[in-house]
């Protein structure tokens, strides 16, 4: 028998919890395929990956600094059927209190209005997406 999904609206806010990230404000988007948060300085050095979080609405992560010692390099589609090249992490998120791996490419687009985008892979068999709602995950937890 399958198990029943959780509904989630078209946005919500996650925890990320082994980036020590809170209540971070996510655009479900069923229109990509992989999952996204917004960096910038994003550099390869000594074989570790650095970057900074984009997150103009949380003064206290805005700008945080994150190295990390496992990622990949891989192809994206862009909405524009430009395929280019990003790093991906993979780290952990907690949505209606239950802790998911997640797969995040690091993307530094400019035009980005939220700081993580959830796409299709991680919601898939999961959650059904219900665009007239929002916050459903981070309201259960009021």
Same mark, same amino acid.
Request: positive net charge; glycine residues 6%; contains cysteine.
């Given at each position: 028998?399958? @198990?029943?999904?959780?509904?989630?609206?078209?946005? %919500?806010?996650?925890?990320?919890?082994? +980036?020590?990230? @809170?209540? $971070?404000? #996510?655009?479900?988007?069923?229109?990509?395929?992989?999952?996204?948060?917004?960096?910038?300085?994003?550099?390869?050095? %000594? &074989?570790?990956? &650095?970057?900074?979080? +984009?997150? #103009?609405?949380?003064?206290?992560?805005?700008? @945080? *600094? =994150?190295? =990390?010692?496992?990622?990949? $390099? !891989? #192809?994206? *589609?862009?909405?524009?059927?430009?395929?280019?090249?990003?790093? #991906?992490?993979?780290? &952990?998120?907690?949505?209606?209190?239950? !802790?998911?791996?997640?797969?995040? !490419?690091?993307?530094? /687009? %400019?035009?980005? /209005? =939220?700081?993580?985008?959830?796409? /299709?892979?991680?919601?898939?068999? *999961?959650?059904?997406?219900?665009?007239?709602?929002?916050?459903?995950?981070?309201? &259960?937890?009021?």
């Amino acid at each position: 028998m399958e @198990k029943e999904k959780k509904i989630i609206g078209r946005i %919500d806010k996650v925890d990320f919890p082994l +980036l020590e990230l @809170k209540g $971070i404000d #996510a655009k479900i988007d069923t229109g990509v395929y992989t999952s996204s948060i917004h960096c910038i300085d994003i550099r390869e050095i %000594d &074989q570790t990956l &650095q970057c900074s979080l +984009l997150d #103009a609405t949380h003064s206290e992560y805005n700008g @945080k *600094k =994150f190295t =990390f010692k496992n990622y990949d $390099i !891989t #192809a994206v *589609k862009s909405n524009n059927g430009k395929v280019e090249m990003r790093y #991906a992490i993979r780290t &952990q998120i907690i949505v209606f209190g239950k !802790t998911y791996p997640i797969t995040l !490419t690091l993307s530094s /687009r %400019d035009d980005m /209005r =939220f700081p993580v985008l959830i796409g /299709r892979k991680f919601l898939s068999g *999961k959650f059904l997406v219900d665009p007239q709602l929002e916050n459903q995950s981070y309201n &259960q937890n009021l």
